[in-house]
């Protein structure tokens, strides 16, 4: 089994920062992709970033030049460098990774933190 814990969100104003962070843990073999995804309120979950095993990325199209995506491979952690945030960047952020263990693999959620942008 693993364990996702997520940390960082809260509120902030526009134009403000924020650093998620989703650090894994439990009989982890090997990790592949780590992603971060969110939900606003009525509307669908989407993906926002993602970072291969071997460091590439990509980004939704809102988030290019604002957020960051980064993980520490020895730490098991992803981490979201949110800057210049908007009013539209309020949702619950997620994180996701895929990941094999002794049971094989699959991928995994986090319990979702909220990030709120309102001045």
């Known amino acids: 089994q693993v364990q996702l814990v997520e940390s960082g969100g809260g509120l902030v104003q526009p134009g403000g920062s924020l650093r998620l962070s989703c650090a894994a843990s439990?009989?982890?073999?090997?990790?592949?992709?780590m992603s971060w995804y969110r939900q606003a309120p009525g509307k669908q979950r989407e993906l926002v970033a993602a970072?291969?095993?071997?460091?590439?990325?990509n980004y939704a199209d809102s988030v290019k030049g604002r957020f960051t995506i980064s993980r520490d491979n020895a730490k098991n952690t992803v981490y979201l460098q949110m800057n210049s945030l908007k009013l539209e960047d309020t949702a619950v952020y997620y994180c996701?990774?895929?990941?094999?263990?002794?049971?094989?693999?699959?991928?995994?959620w986090g319990q979702g933190t909220q990030v709120t942008v309102s001045s």
């Open positions: 996701n990774v895929d990941v094999v263990t002794v049971a094989g693999g699959r991928d995994y």
């Open positions: 439990g009989s982890i073999f090997s990790m592949y992709a």
């Open positions: 970072i291969t095993s071997g460091g590439s990325t």
